[in-house]
T-cell receptor, first 110, second 115 residues
């Protein structure tokens, strides 16, 4: 059974600092890895999808890396803003479903 | 593309009552998923459909839970004889089978409170 772990569980940084969020998974036989953002009481918004054959994916201030052999992914958010405050979830896809970590809750202080 | 729509947004019910939730996926998406999320946890897989066929059910889905997707369009999730432990956010997601690495798109969820 796939186990996904996200560290740290919570993070508080001043505005402008770069964010580094970590994700690890136990079974490297994945099709892809997705990073999501969740605001309180809301659903999930897809941020980035990295295919199993890729090493990284970028979108604006967001960059995600994937090391499938070691079962790790990292999400970098450059020059953080208060609007980046949310919970960030990592999920890995096997042949048909996503398995999620518990998330990292980020607070960016103005 | 209007996104994944879920109804209702919130449901408060008394223990022992039945509840039903609805999910309307993105129109061309043929895969539909139900997840459950409790406070401070990531979503947990419940079940998924490919068109109208229910292909997988998690052990989390007890006999009190049933999901349908008639005609491969919208889906319903029914919980019979609700228990306090059923209180959670129920999330629906859809994706497009056949497109390599199609991401899952989630709705805003239905928050269930069982009193």
């Amino acid at each position: 059974k796939q186990e996904v772990t996200q560290i740290p569980a919570a993070l508080s940084v001043p505005e402008g600092e770069n964010l580094v969020l970590n994700c690890s998974f136990t079974d490297s036989a994945i099709y892809n890895l997705q990073w999501f953002r969740q605001d309180p009481g809301k659903g999930l918004t897809s941020l980035l999808l990295i295919q199993s054959s890729q090493r990284e994916q970028t979108s604006g201030r967001l960059n995600a890396s994937l090391d499938k052999s070691s079962g790790r992914s990292t999400l970098y958010i450059a020059a953080s803003q208060p609007g980046d405050s949310a919970t960030y979830l990592c999920a890995v896809m096997d042949d048909y479903k996503l398995s999620f970590g518990a998330g990292t809750t980020v607070t960016v202080r103005a | 593309d209007t996104g994944v729509s879920q109804d209702p947004r919130h449901k408060i019910t008394k223990r022992g009552q039945n509840v039903t939730f609805r999910c309307d996926p993105i129109s061309e998406h043929n895969r539909l998923y139900w997840y459950r999320q409790t406070l401070g946890q990531g979503p947990e897989f419940l079940t998924y459909f490919q068109n109208e066929a229910q292909l997988e059910k998690s052990r989390l889905l007890s006999d009190r839970f049933s999901a349908e997707r008639p005609k491969g369009s919208f889906s319903t999730l029914e919980i019979q004889r609700t228990e306090q432990g059923d209180s959670a956010m129920y999330l629906c997601a859809s994706s497009l089978l056949g497109v390599v690495d199609s991401p899952l798109h989630f709705g805003n969820g239905t928050r269930l409170t069982v009193t």
